[in-house]
């Protein structure tokens, strides 16, 4: 069974920087791709950006484009979603998924709070 444990988040200012990782254990071919996803309060879940395991192809949302960087370790199988510049908007629980060609399998979620 695919399971995800995220760690890090809390609480930053405004324009300051956070780092989360997230960490799949029995990996196998029920991973091949991570995702980052967030959900705001009163809001959908909406997609923060992803990362293919094999090639390391990532994608961002517009949203996070040039602040945010997905990376992975494939020795660790741990993906990484550092954030920078952020801003009071990108507050939301935040969560890393993964499968194949859907996200099947999620991680626990964490707060991250941008005070203005």
């Known amino acids: 069974q695919v399971q995800l444990v995220e760690s890090g988040g809390g609480l930053v200012q405004a324009g300051g920087s956070l780092r989360r990782s997230c960490t799949v254990s029995?990996?196998?071919?029920?991973?091949?791709?991570m995702g980052w996803f967030r959900q705001a309060p009163g809001k959908d879940r909406e997609f923060v950006g992803s990362i293919a395991w094999s090639s390391g192809r990532t994608s961002y949302a517009d949203s996070v484009k040039g602040r945010f960087t997905i990376s992975r370790d494939n020795a660790k199988s741990t993906v990484y979603l550092q954030m920078n510049s952020l801003k009071p908007e990108d507050t939301a629980v935040y969560y890393c998924?993964?499968?194949?060609?859907?996200?099947?399998?999620w991680g626990q979620g964490t707060q991250v709070t941008v005070s203005s």
């Open positions: 998924g993964t499968g194949v060609s859907t996200y099947d399998y």
């Open positions: 029995a990996r196998s071919w029920r991973s091949v791709i």
